[in-house]
């Protein structure tokens, strides 16, 4: 089988690196990731599952890789069960050595919820290696708490103290414009459900919440409803909008970065004084981020 | 039913054979959002609070095969349930006391688009060949027997669809369904009179005309032979009202009122007869195309392929085009509203993917025409009708499974409430496309191979276009339950991603596409695609190459299915190879069906070697007879009511009219929709800063950093139109025209590059007054696309909208007819996003400036549909749409916003300027900071009535800072609008009028307007 490879870069460097989008039916998001990755310098190769998993070795060869937002397989029977199931029997080694390798991975929306069954968020504790086949699962991302697909801009904060490097210097940049730090979420499954309190409190303590909804955050017990806040619109534990492994290099989230590339796709950029839209927007952030660590693995 | 033979598994020693069971459901502890939600709508259904009933949902699947007791589990805990949150058995879990079961599966043949990716799951996870049935179990506690067949019947299944049983389900094996002979048969038509003519039209479900048998009899006549029965289903696909819209082509009789100005304009095609009377020889060709005609050749030079294609082009810049196209999917949504919105919406995207040689969707947009929910108890409903509410539940879950799974943004739409839709609402769904420019045209070629790609055929939607060209009956769903399908959008995108492959697969200079040309199979299957793309050809299919669900379908039943997900290409055959290697790739599914290219253009059909049908093409689209139409017209007189009713406070009114539902926020709607995927919306379809405000129309940046953006918006002005309240079809038409064109100027859009379509849903025009009321809309159309100078580049009809029922209580036969009704969805260019603005109020001290006139009437309003009694009889005329003042108003709008001066802009629509400045104050407020404004009603009429809640066209509240005042208002005395600074905004939170008539809180005008569609 052939592999098709789509260079949708344009004039970078040779050693720009190389994002390795993988899609499948129903994955709807990756032009957009794509062209996120092209503007943050990066060459891109959107390649399907099927020629995946007959040509593992394409992932030897990622510098970045990302698993966009969509469909997969209709998410029939739950969101990205069948992609997950795929890549834990197929391709969960070669991920895991790329991962090992220090190669940044982006798993947005469907890609979050691929990635949690998937066995490579919120990946091994500190210090632990990844086991050499995926462990048992410790996230989930469920319904949302209203029963519903729920397509919005929400207000997420950064934590300034979280090891991910897609979000390293988001806080800073705009803390002195919080209004511009928003993102779209739309999904109907982006309710993060940890295995157990000990889950979220390992993954707090060892600064793999990256990012969360709202400004001001709602403790919760796992499995248990939040009481719905406009700034959570799903319910998630510890208003968890995102979280990185140990490493902080591979990043899964609700909202889509990729869809605020460009200043005017904030839900109320005709308000924002020209100041607040000032140089890159929070989706550019965090795509130069990874692709600036990406560089620094390959150097 | 059978599925094709595969290859027996490898059966582990201890598998065991049959159909073994699994449930999936909430694991203790945790929470089940998907159960609240089913127990919130059954209390609503049922109308108790009852905090005892509870719905506790459990996914189904039933797996038909070999299995051993490792794989069971390894299904059950593996495969179907998540590990944290929930818990999967093999079996069946034990009914909790006191508990009433209810379980749903879909009926043998539909679509059941999870069961397949079960399948393969299985068939991956551990090697074995499994068919998969899924379902779901609700165990209802708190409920009684009655309220329980209650949810069964109106809230969980559909039985058009779908089978319940009051326990749970685990048949022994899956049904198997019956084949057909393949007999080929002739049908008798040569000797039948007129009355077994008409009789055979209507038993065999081809409803059509009297006419049009006899020219089928004459012309079976005149061939010496009887005409067989594929022949007989191909002619009534091609010659329905839904492929060929015969009505709208036809010469049209017209009689009106003597002396009436609008009859008498001239327009081009019409012939005035000596008795005043007036023949126009060809009513859309006359009207909609010959405005778009006129109007290219007086110098309209940026629409690219206008009605030839499946949808309208327009330029987009010099590499570029964009497509438009909206389809009403009524009938199907009126049984099975939730398959009939989303293959409404499938089949409109499959227009977008067809046009051409292939275009990338979007953008969708949905316009639902529901009646009123909270005007039916559930038992009042007309005998065969579904409740409102489940109606537009359903319509809006459809839309959004569709639109969400392909990726495609749905951006714009519009609800409409009027209880003359209860047995039939209409449902319009749009959708915008990019296209190279090169590739606007495609021609199918002699030789080239006839490829259908997608999905399989089967039984489902047969006889679609047919039915969709009858009026509805109360067996509708009985009748016609096999022509509703339910979607598989992930089928739909794979196509989608097959097909750009193919298109870009080589530059133009070296080939270009994989195909000389594409349709997609909507109506008719593929009986219409084939027979439109060798319409000039001929072509020969060999119907046995066809892909099927299931066997046993008839050689009539693959040649009309309408199964969804299906693209026809004609694809030259050294590509072939290239087409499979890409199809195989994206697991789309590939036939190659025949040739296109036949000795005497004929289309020649063929099952496994024998010829089964053979038509002249010429008979197929040149054959059907066009009698002239009656069209009678009346001026309308409106319904005398009561006089002397008080008029309710102007502030009570406010909240009111906030609180209707055609007025009323959508975001229970517009949240459910990914409006954001794909990334280039610049102005959403909620705005300001608690992305509430309902935005005019939503514009995209199509091309993502090049600055230049589409906007895409729609008018729809029923009442106007409404003789019932002295209304006008003529100048409803106006109104939507100009209403359109409003809301795509209110964001940023030119007016002089911006085109429109055309959808009519109209009640059955065999009657005189409705095909009157018909001419009348068309004309409004061309004098309106005339006047405004916006081409029309598509449109679809629907005709015969109409529920006809036995009133149980009399036993009179009673038929409901819809409201005429236009959409018009328009689509303009902005050229700078820079200068793209929203309707949320943006700042104190900014002033407020209405433009245009205000009307000197309230009928067709908002206010007189809701108080109405209180109506002076003066006060009732519908108001007129003045043809140089609304081009003028917006060409004036767009110049200010153009040129950076205005902050927000808003259309004066439904509700009047009170409930325009209500939005635009609600939408720049949050519920913990609001802005206020003082307004002085008198600036805009001296009449406090007519100022704050008349209607009537060319409208627009503008927000403009104090340094632009003067610039502003100076620009559009120049340019001969009316324009008065009407108020201020402030930051009080409060909306007051300066003669103290009136102060609201915006925070209470925000709680009205939000909380009636807050489902």
Redesign the interface.
């Known amino acids: 089988m052939t592999t098709r490879t789509t260079d949708t870069g344009s004039a970078h460097a040779p050693t720009a690196p190389t994002a390795l989008i993988i899609r499948a039916p129903g994955t709807n998001c990756d032009v957009e990731l794509a062209r996120a990755f092209t503007l943050a310098g990066a060459h891109t190769n959107l390649v399907h599952i099927d020629a995946l998993i007959a040509e593992p070795g394409l992932i030897d060869r990622a510098e970045i890789i990302g698993i966009p937002g969509g469909f997969s397989y209709g998410d029939d029977i739950a969101s990205g069960r069948i992609v997950a199931s795929r890549l834990r029997q197929h391709l969960y080694s070669k991920l895991r050595q790329a991962v090992g390798r220090g190669c940044p991975v982006f798993a947005v929306c469907n890609g979050f919820q691929i990635a949690v069954q998937a066995g490579l968020l919120p990946g091994p504790g500190v210090g632990q290696p990844w086991p050499a086949e995926p462990g048992e699962q410790e996230l989930s991302l469920s319904h949302n708490a209203g029963g519903r697909f729920v397509d919005r801009w929400v207000p997420v904060r950064a934590e300034g103290a979280s090891v991910c490097v897609w979000t390293k210097g988001l806080a800073e940049a705009f803390a002195d414009r919080p209004e511009a730090m928003m993102l779209p979420i739309a999904h109907g499954e982006g309710r993060v459900v940890a295995r157990s309190p000990g889950v979220l409190q390992r993954l707090s303590a060892s600064g793999q919440v990256a990012l969360r909804y709202g400004r001001t955050p709602v403790p919760s017990v796992p499995g248990q409803l939040v009481a719905l806040h406009p700034d959570n619109p799903n319910g998630s534990s510890d208003d968890i909008v995102g979280v990185c492994d140990a490493s902080g290099r591979v990043f899964g989230l609700m909202p889509h970065p990729e869809r605020y590339l460009d200043w005017n796709r904030h839900p109320f950029w005709t308000r924002l004084p020209e100041g607040a839209r000032r140089g890159d927007t929070p989706g550019m952030v965090m795509f130069k981020s990874a692709v600036r660590a990406a560089r620094e693995v390959m150097v | 039913m059978s599925l094709s033979t595969t290859p027996a598994p490898a059966t582990p020693p201890t598998a065991v054979e049959g159909v073994h069971r699994f449930e999936v459901f909430a694991r203790t502890?945790?929470?089940d959002?998907?159960s609240?939600?089913v127990t919130?709508d059954a209390l609503q259904l049922l109308g108790i609070k009852a905090p005892l009933l509870s719905v506790h949902a459990k996914h189904v699947y039933l797996v038909q095969g070999a299995l051993s007791a490792g794989q069971r589990g390894w299904i059950a805990e593996?495969?179907?349930a998540?590990?944290?949150?929930e818990q999967g058995v093999v079996g069946t879990s034990a009914i909790p006391g006191g508990a009433r079961v209810v379980e749903v599966h879909p009926l043998p043949g539909v679509m059941d688009?999870?069961a397949?990716?079960?399948e393969?799951?299985i068939r991956?996870?551990i090697g074995q060949r499994v068919r998969v049935m899924t379902g779901w179990r609700y165990d209802i506690t708190g409920a009684d027997a009655e309220q329980v067949q209650t949810l069964a019947g109106k809230l969980l299944a559909n039985p058009v669809i779908q089978r319940v049983s009051f326990e749970p389900y685990t048949p022994g094996a899956f049904p198997v369904g019956q084949g057909h002979d393949q007999v080929v048969r002739s049908v008798p038509v040569t000797k039948l009179g007129d009355e077994e003519l008409v009789r055979l039209s209507r038993d065999a479900h081809l409803f059509l005309s009297l006419e049009e048998m006899r020219a089928i009899r004459g012309h079976y006549q005149a061939l010496g032979r009887e005409p067989r029965d594929i022949e007989l289903e191909t002619l009534a696909q091609t010659w329905s009202e839904h492929c060929v819209h015969k009505t709208l082509k036809s010469a049209v009789h017209y009689a009106g009122p003597p002396g009436d100005a609008v009859a008498r304009r001239t327009r081009p095609g019409t012939t005035a007869k000596p008795d005043g009377s007036a023949v126009i020889d060809n009513l859309l060709k006359r009207t909609v195309a010959a405005a778009t005609h006129e109007l290219i050749a007086e110098g309209v030079d940026w629409t690219l392929s206008v009605f030839k294609d499946n949808s309208g082009v327009i330029a987009l810049d010099e590499n570029l085009g964009v497509c438009i196209k909206v389809e009403t999917h009524n009938r199907p949504s009126a049984i099975e509203p939730y398959g009939g919105a989303a293959t409404g919406a499938g089949g409109c995207i499959r227009d977008v993917i067809g046009t051409g040689l292939g275009a990338r969707p979007i953008a969708n947009t949905d316009v639902f025409c529901v009646a009123d929910p909270s005007g039916f108890a559930p038992g009042d409903l007309p005998p065969g009708t579904l409740h409102p509410r489940r109606v537009l539940t359903q319509v809006v879950a459809g839309v959004?499974d569709y639109g969400?799974?392909?990726?495609i943004p749905t951006v714009s739409g519009a609800v409409s409430f009027d209880d003359r839709y209860i047995g039939n609402p209409l449902v319009f769904c749009g959708c915008v496309g990019l296209i190279p420019r090169h590739l606007v045209h495609g021609q199918a070629r002699a030789g080239d191979r006839i490829i259908a790609l997608g999905g399989r055929t089967g039984r489902d939607g047969v006889h679609g276009a047919t039915f969709s060209s009858a009026q509805l009956e109360q067996n509708a769903a009985d009748e016609f339950g096999h022509a509703v399908q339910i979607g598989?959008?992930?089928t739909e995108?794979?196509v989608l991603d097959a097909i750009l492959?193919a298109r870009d697969a080589r530059p133009a200079h070296a080939g270009g596409p994989l195909y000389t040309g594409m349709t997609d199979c909507g109506a008719g299957g593929f009986s219409s695609a084939i027979g439109e793309m060798g319409a000039k050809l001929g072509a020969e299919v060999h119907l046995e190459n066809a892909p099927l669900k299931y066997a046993g379908l008839s050689y009539t039943e693959i040649w009309i299915s309408e199964a969804q997900e299906r693209m026809v290409l004609a694809v030259p055959p050294r590509d072939i190879e290239a087409l499979r290697?890409i199809c195989e790739?994206?697991?789309v599914e590939m036939a190659d069906l025949g040739h296109f290219g036949t000795e005497k253009a004929e289309l020649v059909l063929k099952f496994h070697g024998s010829e089964v049908g053979r038509l002249s093409m010429h008979l197929l689209h040149e054959g059907i007879p066009m009698p002239t139409r009656e069209a009678r017209w009346a001026a309308p007189v409106a319904k005398a009511t009561p006089a002397g009713t008080p008029a309710p406070h102007v502030k009570d009114a406010l909240l009111a009219l906030l609180a209707t539902p055609t007025i009323a926020s959508k975001h229970w709607i517009?949240?459910?929709?990914?409006?954001?995927?794909?990334?280039m919306?610049?102005?959403?379809p909620?705005?300001?800063?608690g992305?509430r405000g309902p935005s005019d129309a939503s514009v995209l940046?199509p091309v993502?950093?090049s600055g230049l953006g589409i906007a895409i918006g729609c008018g729809l002005q029923t009442p106007i139109g409404d003789p019932a309240l002295g209304g006008d079809p003529y100048q409803m038409a106006l109104a939507a025209i100009d209403e359109c064109v409003r809301n795509l100027v209110c964001v940023g859009a030119d007016p002089a590059r911006s085109a429109i379509l055309d959808n009519f849903s109209w009640p059955s025009c065999n009657k005189p007054e409705n095909m009157g009321a018909l001419v009348r809309v068309c004309w409004g159309c061309y004098d309106g696309a005339k006047a405004y100078r916006t081409p029309f580049v598509s449109g679809k009809d629907s005709l015969n909208n109409q529920l006809q029922y036995t009133d149980p209580a009399t036993g009179a036969v009673r038929v409901i007819e819809v409201p005429f009704t236009l959409l018009v969805t328009g689509l303009g260019i902005v050229h700078d996003?820079a200068h793209?603005?929203?309707m949320?109020a943006?700042a104190p001290g900014n002033s407020l400036l209405l433009v245009g006139q205000t009307p000197e009437t309230l009928g067709g309003t908002h206010y007189q549909l809701k108080f109405g009694p209180s109506l002076a009889p003066g006060m009732r005329a519908i108001p007129q749409t003045d043809l140089a003042r609304g081009p003028a108003c917006a060409r004036a709008v767009s110049s200010v916003i153009r040129a950076g001066l205005v902050r927000?802009a808003h259309d004066v629509s439904d509700g009047g300027l009170l409930c325009c400045i209500a939005e635009m104050l609600i939408a720049g407020s949050t519920a913990g900071a609001s802005i206020g404004a003082r307004v002085d009603l008198t600036a805009a009429h001296r009449d406090p009535l007519l100022a704050a809640f008349a209607e009537g066209s060319s409208r627009y509240v503008l927000e403009v800072a104090p340094q632009h005042e003067a610039e502003v208002l100076g620009k559009l005395a120049e340019a001969g609008v009316p324009c008065v600074r009407i108020g201020q905004l402030d930051a009080s939170g409060v909306l007051t009028d300066l003669s103290g008539v009136l102060s609201v809180v915006v925070n209470d005008l925000a709680g009205a307007w939000l909380a009636p569609l807050d489902w």
């Open positions: 502890g945790h929470a959002p998907v609240a939600a919130r593996a495969l179907l998540d590990a944290i949150t688009p999870v397949l990716s079960v393969l799951a991956e996870g959004r969400n799974r392909m990726g598989n959008a992930i995108k794979q492959r290697a790739q994206e697991g517009i949240r459910q929709y990914d409006h954001e995927v794909q990334g919306g610049v102005i959403k909620l705005v300001g800063p992305m940046e993502p950093g996003l793209a603005i929203t949320d943006k927000s």
